[in-house]
């Protein structure tokens, strides 16, 4: 019912950035709650950002505040998550999620998710 692809992960240096884009179809997303999350090698999955697409709520992991910035472009249907003074703990396989509901923060209320990017943060 609603496919979500993401983009932009890639190798980068500690202290700099990179912008993750989840592309939404099959479905409008006026109701719906976007999620990023992340999961290392050998951890569970984690939440790192969501956005209420409807109510322009956002709410972030205290790990990634004041360094990850999750918005929106309604006009396409597609959710960013633009990541600033990466470190190499934030080394992971980055997804995206989407629930037709308001905002949570665990992996378990989600309905759709992407295939994931990697994200790999060099010391």
């Known amino acids: 019912q609603v496919q979500l692809v993401e983009s932009g992960g890639g190798l980068v240096q500690a202290g700099g950035s990179l912008r993750l884009s989840c592309a939404a179809s099959?479905?409008?997303?006026?109701?719906?709650?976007m999620g990023w999350f992340r999961q290392a090698a050998g951890k569970e999955r984690e939440f790192v950002a969501a956005?209420?697409?409807?109510?322009?709520?956002?709410y972030y992991a205290g790990s990634v505040k004041g360094r990850f910035t999750i918005s929106r472009d309604n006009a396409v249907n597609t959710v960013y998550l633009q990541m600033n003074s990466l470190k190499p703990e934030d080394t992971a396989v980055y997804y995206c999620?989407?629930?037709?509901?308001?905002?949570?923060?665990?992996?378990?209320?989600?309905?759709?998710w992407g295939q994931g990017t990697q994200v790999t943060v060099s010391s």
């Open positions: 999620a989407a629930r037709s509901s308001f905002l949570a923060t665990l992996p378990s209320d989600y309905d759709y």
């Open positions: 099959g479905r409008t997303f006026s109701s719906y709650a």
């Open positions: 956005f209420s697409w409807g109510g322009g709520n956002t």
